[in-house]
């Protein structure tokens, strides 16, 4: 899920400076769990917006704002509300307005700061456990991240900042991962993999734009 | 090879030192501190943008010790360079006769003074290592053959008063694994744990030199306590510390540290004197340590 929150108000409204119509747009998924664009937020947006004297011409959450196709679909339908808008304003994440404002060619304002890939531990608590890294290495590490949720992505084992309650030198309420990761593989006995070199981290495959095309797609393409 | 290693191989007890670049180019200071150690330790470290604040290269400034006859030892971490710029600093090193480097992962950017820095880690303690010895066989890490071949001589570090220590232990092995030929320590202020720290790894066959950290005060120990992982003073020293004026603290710390010395010289192969800008009162601490 990505992990987002809601821009200050004062931003939105600084951004939307000028324009009278606004259209809202939200997304059932990630936007939805983390409280920044479901059917409530842009209830509440759209007052909040009317007060301010703007005028909104419409709000819809999509079921997932990131699927071209879906959001091609919606906004044939919305034709009419979205022609009379001079913006759409997007809570959901940055590749929502993107999407949404490539897709439509609408001029898409971004209403959430997207932060994260995370684990939702329970409404309001949002963890990062995975930067999508391109080469996923937990079934070396017992099962726990270490490019994530080690401060400094270390490929070797800890660092020597960690402190004897086993928290990381960085933010005292974050465990240290190699710690945690030390004692997963002990309790499975395979601690030897931690005492090997390990080749530092293939970045090219996190250099972006990153693109997946299955192969086979590609060949359709091509003829 | 270097002065450094040829005492280390000696089998000889081998000091060294450290001093600290400035934040600013008024370096006189730090050159005197590091005068104070010459003729007293084998080799001089330079901190490499200690504690994640902003100064002076350390590379600037082991080109300069070298030119005034000291010999440094090279630090660098890996927070600040990716591997083009590590490989590049190391060649340039050795342009200028540098061989010894001590490779560190180096402190979080959140703990100094550029918060808003990006923490690089494009490669780790173990794999700069390792980097640094690919060099030395004429590759780069790209297998590219290099026109010119440096040579190395590269250690790292360890704590052996971090808990678990297991981790620590697991973490040197790799490090011999990669090439570490040295280690010099965290500060250590319990010979005990010393002791039994240098027991586990001695089947390394790698020369260990403990970190001595020259206590200021009783407020600097407890500051290390809290604030500093893989640093515990015993609360003894602390009060030791405690004990005595203003006046006397340099007399107390060089006392201390003296002591120190002395306990743990048959359990490792050298020291390495953290002295913080007190390194005036290095002469004085050896020759109270017998060294
Ligand atoms: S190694 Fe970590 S960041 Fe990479 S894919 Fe796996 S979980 Fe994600
Ligand atoms: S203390 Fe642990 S989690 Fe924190 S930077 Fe060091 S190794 Fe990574």
Known sequence: MIIQKQKAFEEIMSALEGEEKVFIFGCADCATACKTGGEDELAQMKQKLEEQGKQVTGTYVLDTACLSGEVRKRGKELKEQLDASDSVLVLACGTAVQTIGDGLEVIAHPGVDSLFIG????????????????????????????????AKGLMNGPCGGYSPDGKCEVDPE????????????????????????????????VSSPRTLVWEHKKEAEDK | MSNFSEALQSGKFVVTGEIGPPKGTNVEQMFEEAEHLRGKVAAINVTDIQSSVMRVSSLAVCIKLREMGLEPVLQMVCRDRNRLALQSDLLGAAIWGIENVLCLTGDHVSLGDHKEAKGVFDLDSVTLLKAANTLASGKDMAGNDLDGTPSFFTGAVVSPASEPVEPQIIKMKAKVEAGAKFFQTQAVYDPQQMEDFMKKVSGFGVPVLAGIVLLKSAGMAKFMNSNVAGVQVPDALIEEMASVGKKERKKKSVEIAARLIKQMKDCCNGVHIMPLGWDSLVPKLLDQAGL
Do not use: F, H
């Not at chain 1, 963890?127 to 017992?142: M, Q």
């Open chain 1, 174 to 205: 974050q465990d240290c991962a190699w710690l945690l990761i030390y004692e997963r593989l002990r309790e499975r006995g395979k601690l030897g993999w931690m005492e090997t070199v390990k080749d530092p981290k293939d970045y090219s495959t």
């Open chain 1, 119 to 150: 684990n939702v531990v329970r409404l309001g608590k949002y963890v990062e456990k995975c930067s999508a890294c391109g080469k996923c290495i937990l079934e070396e590490t017992g099962g726990i991240c270490p490019v994530t949720r080690c």
